[in-house]
């Protein structure tokens, strides 16, 4: 047989695990198959959105020695490859330098993105190289704008130059998205060109990606940063240090000197809560809270009784759900508190415990605050406190060692949620409601991030906007966003020039920028996913990552991993942890054993064909 095709359609970490998976199993590809890997992306290979372009301010929010593109063990880390490669620290920057000065790249250290995307593509490189001769890489530095399943059963993926790529396989792992305006978008966006005669500094930004838009940013106007959360940390990074500020000190010795391009930024959000700083590591490398209570097998427990009592095996996050992950929590609490381990069938889960949880999660809760100054006061003080906590460490502070548990317990949440785990109006309100508060709690920036927010809060540079329940309302006689905040001594109005939302929307395909998507969906090739009447994003697929068409077919050719299916999954977006098992590799294993499973079938018919034609006897007419 001639050589089969295999297009992968994006070639960032979730492509480049394609890859490696590729070349693991190749020696389980029948005799004599070859593989011809069609790589179709604009960018450096592995590198997605981890650009080596990106300014070197913006960093990694998990610390890089936790960080691993190999399974197993089975090569460096982030950080060994770091060191390996000749990188020192100097006062927090890195670079290569092939000798002893500087610091050694440290357990603890948060690398930047843009080294990541030159260790991603350093794994790509040797990933191609390793390959064997039977299986060959094509690079089409290109994007992918269509994709149309032929008659034949294989797919013509239609490149933005004008190419065509045949493949017998595919696979989608596109990444990161970017949603179409929404009406709110073009109201702002309208509004700031309307205005520009009369402000030139008016501006809308509906995403600050990449961070070189802001720019258009003038120095000395006012932002109003709409986010707390590692987006904001971003622009505010961008807006300072990219400007030329510089950081001196650490901890709470972190002072900031202005450069005098920057503008003036304030910060505002529907709650106002800042994300809480993670906690010093004291786990180690591929340490990690042992559920006891929220476990997997747990969970599966709570279907079994729900097909029982109620003959539906979905389940509620708030009735059934959370008390685990609550008791969960509140053991990993006392255990950090009292400084011992605690046998886990002596711990239950206390009203004094519950409290305690319930504020770490809602520290607005049963709170009010008469004006601008009074929230600003608590604000700080919150920050100042959870980076008490940080320092203290993830298994000392209980605090810390708490709120971790919602980051080490990601295998139950996927056991709960994923495929239709919750019924659709418990789905709508874990997304709502509880996804932002574990991101805000237990997915926040590195501590020295916090201590610069601080730091800039202090230097005036930054500022806040609001406080809870603040709003935009455009001001078309001053011609500039407003945010404003009512409070019982009256409201809170603060006027900028400039509107940037830092956050980064769910994708829904809908409503997605890619005319791939857009193609994909007409020709009904994939559909959005649904859980019931609930959207919660991501395009349909099987538990073996196969796309499902407008029609409920699936396409057994055809596999998508990643930030596409975040929905159906959950949590899709996390880098591989170094010698962990790891969902992101096992979603690629599976996804590329299924397909040499395919191409084995494939061959076994084709030699039984073979021999059947040649057992049969030539018949003579008369």
Not at 76 to 105: I, L, M
Not at 192 to 210: H, M, Q, V
Not at 312 to 321: A, L, M, S, Y
Not at 357 to 363: A, G
Request: with cysteine; net charge negative; glycine share 10%.
């Amino acid at each position: 047989m001639t050589a089969l095709h295999v297009a992968v359609v994006g070639v960032g970490p979730r492509g480049l695990s394609i890859l490696q998976q590729i070349s693991a199993l190749a020696t389980e590809l029948p005799p004599g198959c070859s593989l011809d890997v069609h790589l179709i992306d604009p960018g450096d290979g592995g590198q997605g959105v981890h650009s080596t372009q990106q300014p070197a301010h913006l960093l990694t929010n998990t610390v890089a020695s936790q960080v691993s593109m190999f399974r197993d063990g089975q090569g460096p880390s982030f950080t060994q490859w770091a060191a390996d490669s000749g990188y020192r620290e100097f006062a927090g920057a890195f670079h290569p330098t092939g000798d002893a000065s500087g610091e050694p790249v440290g357990e603890h250290a948060y690398l930047p993105r843009r080294l990541l995307g030159a260790y991603l593509s350093w794994v790509f490189d040797e990933t191609v190289k390793g390959l064997p001769s039977h299986v060959r890489v094509i690079n089409h530095r290109d994007r992918a704008v269509d994709i149309e399943l032929r008659d034949t059963g294989r797919f013509a993926v239609h490149l933005e130059k004008g190419f065509v790529v045949l493949s017998d396989y595919l696979f989608l792992t596109t990444g990161h998205c970017e949603r179409t305006p929404t009406e709110e978008d073009r109201a702002y966006e309208e509004f700031a060109k309307d205005g520009a005669e009369r402000n030139p500094r008016l501006t809308y930004c509906s995403t600050p990606y990449p961070v070189g838009r802001l720019q258009q940013i003038a120095p000395g106007s006012t932002v109003a940063l709409q986010g707390f959360g590692l987006t904001a940390h971003d622009v505010i990074s961008e807006l300072t240090v990219g400007r030329g500020g510089t950081f001196h000190g650490s901890g709470t010795d972190t002072e900031y000197l202005p450069s005098g391009r920057e503008p003036l930024i304030r910060l505002f959000s529907r709650q106002c809560l800042p994300f809480s700083a993670r906690g010093v590591n004291q786990k180690g490398v591929t340490g990690a809270h042992r559920g006891r209570f929220f476990t997997p097998e747990a969970v599966q427990r709570l279907r079994q009784q729900a097909v029982q009592h109620r003959g539906d095996p979905r389940i509620d996050f708030t009735e059934e759900v959370l008390p685990l992950l609550l008791r969960e929590m509140g053991y990993a609490y006392r255990t950090a508190e009292e400084g011992r381990s605690i046998p886990p069938e002596e711990y239950e889960l206390t009203a004094g415990d519950r409290r305690v949880l319930e504020e770490l999660l809602d520290p607005l809760h049963g709170k009010q605050f008469a004006n601008q100054e009074e929230f600003k006061k608590f604000f700080v003080d919150y920050v100042v406190s959870d980076l008490e906590h940080a320092e203290f460490g993830n298994t000392k502070s209980p605090v810390k060692a708490a709120t971790d548990v919602i980051r080490d317990t990601r295998a139950s949440l996927r056991e709960a949620v994923e495929f239709s785990g919750l019924t659709p109006d418990s789905h709508a309100v874990f997304n709502r409601t509880y996804v932002p508060v574990m991101n805000r709690v237990s997915f926040g920036p590195p501590r020295h991030r916090n201590h610069q927010l601080l730091a800039l809060l202090r230097a005036g540079v930054v500022d806040l906007a609001g406080g809870p329940g603040s709003r935009v309302v455009l001001d078309r006689e001053a011609a500039r966003f407003a945010v404003r905040t009512d409070y019982p001594d009256g409201p809170e109005v603060l006027h900028a020039d400039a509107l940037v939302v830092a956050r980064l929307d769910p994708f829904h395909p809908e409503y997605d920028r890619s005319p791939l998507v857009a193609k994909l969906l007409e020709r009904g090739l994939v559909r959005p996913y649904t859980n019931g009447t609930f959207k919660p994003g991501g395009i349909d697929i099987d538990e073996r990552g196969r796309p499902v068409t407008a029609a409920g077919a699936t396409l057994h050719s055809a596999w998508a991993v990643g930030y596409l299916v975040e929905g159906p999954r959950f949590y899709t977006h996390a880098l591989p942890r170094h010698a962990m098992a790891s969902q992101f590799t096992l979603d690629a294993e599976t996804a590329v054993r299924d397909m040499v499973a395919a191409v084995n079938h494939r061959y076994s018919t084709a030699q039984e064909e073979e021999d059947a034609s040649s057992d049969r006897e030539p018949v003579s007419l008369p």
